[in-house]
């Protein structure tokens, strides 16, 4: 079944005039001390592509833990992205 059979769930929240807002997830930057929200990426890899880091520039960490970049991040995650260039 496709999205747009009269069935599909976003075509029920449609009719109903229900909007949900877009999964968030919350950003720490580092070494920039600020703090976001952004729409949720479903891996570490997406985020640091969305936030314009390459991937050996930045480390993501959730709850202490550090996260491999195919690791999924989740709605409602609170995420720190610590930027790690060397500057030699």
Do not use: Y
Not at 4 to 30: D, E, N, W, Y
């Amino acid at each position: 079944m496709n999205d747009s059979t009269p069935h599909s769930p976003q075509v029920a929240q449609k009719r109903a005039g229900r909007s949900f807002p877009p999964a968030m997830i919350h950003i720490h930057l580092l070494p920039e001390d600020e703090h976001f929200d952004m729409p949720r990426v479903k891996t570490a890899r997406q985020l640091l592509a969305a936030l314009g880091c390459p991937e050996e520039t930045a480390l993501v960490a959730r709850d202490g833990g550090l996260l491999t970049p195919d690791r999924q991040i989740w709605p409602g995650d609170s995420l720190m992205v610590r930027k790690v260039t060397s500057r030699g």
